[in-house]
């Protein structure tokens, strides 16, 4: 089986600059493990996996995140990636607002919408610490 896998310069308009990450788009979910190697094997410092169509009521698409080689073996809920995610799969479903699932082991609810050349990302917050830096 073949896989569609790209690797793109993030956050510039030349090749060669920027941030460098693999994108590897899957047509049903994979084993954690196998997607660890080939986030390994592909030697940048992000691997995303399309980030697939979700089958769970209440998510249009789910997403996992890697990038072992800044010691990141998950990320475990990512904005940076559904900024990519969203113009994605707009084009592929015709729509421009989601609720995306972040499958990691802790997990993420990404609200994402699409407006023009901008992408804006929603979620909740909890707070869960409270300090105090002097």
């Given at each position: 089986?073949?896989l569609?896998i790209y690797q793109?310069?993030?956050?510039?308009?030349?090749?060669?600059?920027?941030?460098?990450a693999?994108?590897?788009?899957?047509s049903?979910?994979r084993?954690e493990?196998?997607?660890?190697?080939?986030?390994?094997?592909m030697n940048?410092?992000?691997?995303?996996f399309?980030?697939?169509?979700?089958?769970s009521?209440?998510?249009?698409?789910?997403s996992?995140?890697?990038?072992?080689?800044?010691?990141?073996?998950?990320?475990?809920?990512?904005g940076?990636?559904?900024?990519?995610?969203?113009?994605?799969?707009?084009k592929?479903?015709?729509k421009t607002?989601?609720?995306?699932?972040?499958a990691?082991?802790?997990?993420?609810v990404?609200?994402?919408r699409?407006?023009?050349?901008?992408?804006?990302?929603?979620?909740?917050?909890?707070?869960v610490?409270?300090?105090?830096?002097?």
């Amino acid at each position: 089986m073949s896989l569609a896998i790209y690797q793109v310069d993030a956050f510039t308009d030349k090749p060669f600059t920027g941030n460098p990450a693999a994108v590897c788009v899957l047509s049903a979910p994979r084993e954690e493990g196998w997607m660890q190697q080939v986030a390994m094997e592909m030697n940048v410092s992000e691997t995303a996996f399309v980030t697939c169509l979700s089958d769970s009521p209440g998510f249009d698409f789910v997403s996992r995140f890697f990038a072992p080689a800044s010691g990141v073996n998950e990320d475990p809920a990512t904005g940076s990636s559904h900024c990519c995610l969203g113009p994605f799969w707009a084009k592929h479903l015709n729509k421009t607002e989601f609720v995306a699932h972040q499958a990691s082991a802790r997990g993420g609810v990404i609200k994402v919408r699409v407006e023009g050349d901008r992408v804006k990302l929603i979620g909740q917050a909890v707070t869960v610490l409270r300090g105090e830096l002097v």
